[in-house]
Structure formats: C-alpha cells, structure tokens
C-alpha cells in the first residue's frame, strides 16, 4: 500500500504511519524554566544532528487549545533546556509528565519529579538520570504552515554519571534506555558488534 501524503493527508494518519516505521525513537525529558515553574515532558521527535558543534534537535507542537506547548513557549523565553535521558526506572514519571496541563503547573511537583541544579545558568536536571544535556535554543527550522517547530539546540555541556561510565581512559559509557515504539515502549535488547568490513 502506497500513502500519498500530499493527497490523503490527515496529521493523525502521517504521525501513525511514521510514528510505528521510525524505530525506536530516543526519547529527550527537557526541563524548562519559567518564572520559577519547573516544566517537564517528554519528547521523541529528538535527534543528535553532529557531534561537532555539539547539536540535537527536538520537535515540540501545540496543546489541544493551540498555543504552544509550555517546553515551546519555555525555550522560546529562556533559550535553555535540559534534555535527560530515560532509563527504565524512570519510566512511568516521564509517561505521567507528558500530560497536558496549564502553564504554571509543575510536572516536578504534580508528579513529585525530584529535581537538582547542576548549572546555575541551565533549568535543573531529574535527579537520578543517567546523562544529561545542557541546550541553548541555536535556532528554530520554518516547516510552512506546521503546528509542530522542530528547534535546532546546541548542547553547551553534557552530564554523565560516574556509575555510568565504565571505562574512564575509553570514555565507555552504559546505561539502559528507553525507546518509544509507536505508542509504547521498548528496551533495547542484545548489544550486536558491529560485523567487520574488510
Ligand atoms: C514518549 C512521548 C514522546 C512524545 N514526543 C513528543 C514530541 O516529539 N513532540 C511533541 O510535541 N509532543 C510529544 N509528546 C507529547 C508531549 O510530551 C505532551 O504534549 C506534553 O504535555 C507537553 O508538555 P508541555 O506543555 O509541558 O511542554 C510525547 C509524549 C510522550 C509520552
């Protein structure tokens, strides 16, 4: 089957179709500051776009009322986030910190997300994760029309557990994500070496 996404294209059918075909999506638990609000969700339209400058890109819509999500409207404010990742212990805190709520409401407090400032410049991290990105807004990419922004967010400084680094001279760093697989979720299976090419 063929789907033509200039002809038949409803927003619910594409995210459908490549939500369940791009697999597994990491997934980016940003942090946000607003007027001493701690914002916190999730999002999996999240990409590393180069190593060098640093550089990841998140892509964050609209709430059901149509103004912008807090993390949008947050980052669009400050220019920060902090992007954690998301091991299997956390997972049920970050799924519950993806509900829509109004804009002075802390997911951290509703959902008692502990939290602490590593940066004093930078909104605080999720106590517990295993990395953590420090991000300042580079820029925001212009899709037409679209409801969702995807913004370019250079990473300034990257936290990573000393639990989590296992060999300090090679920079060997393990830990156990989660991925988003359409609607749910998955962990990562048997690590595989890479075959040889000769
Ligand atoms: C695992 C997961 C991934 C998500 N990925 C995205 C995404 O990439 N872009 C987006 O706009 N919303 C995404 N959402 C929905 C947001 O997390 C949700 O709209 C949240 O309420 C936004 O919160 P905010 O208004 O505090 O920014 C995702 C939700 C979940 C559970």
Not at 84 to 91: A, F, I, N
Not at 115 to 141: D, H, W
Not at 144 to 171: A, H, M
Request: proline share 6%; with cysteine.
């Amino acid at each position: 089957m063929i789907f033509d996404l200039s002809k038949d294209a409803k927003l619910n059918e594409n995210y459908k179709l490549m939500a369940q075909t791009i697999l597994p999506r990491p997934i980016a638990w940003v942090v946000t500051e607003d007027n001493g609000v701690i914002n916190i969700a999730p999002f999996s339209y999240f990409i590393g776009l180069s190593s060098e400058p640093a550089t990841v890109l998140i892509s964050v819509g609209h709430k059901s009322d149509g103004t912008p999500k807090d993390t949008l409207s947050n980052i669009r404010k400050t220019k920060k986030c902090t992007i954690c990742m998301v091991e299997e212990k956390d997972l049920k805190k970050m799924h519950f910190s993806s509900k829509e709520l109004e804009k002075d409401i802390s997911e951290a407090k509703l959902f008692d997300i502990e939290t602490k400032r590593l940066l004093p410049s930078y909104p605080p991290m999720i106590e517990g994760v295993p990395a953590a990105y420090f991000c300042e807004l580079n820029q925001e990419i212009d899709l037409g029309d679209s409801k969702t922004i995807p913004l370019v967010l250079s990473v300034k400084e990257i936290f990573v557990d000393d639990r989590n680094i296992i060999d300090k001279k090679r920079l060997t760093i393990f830990f156990k994500p989660v991925a988003r697989i359409g609607k749910s979720y998955a962990f990562l299976g048997d690590d595989i070496e890479a075959p040889k090419i000769v």
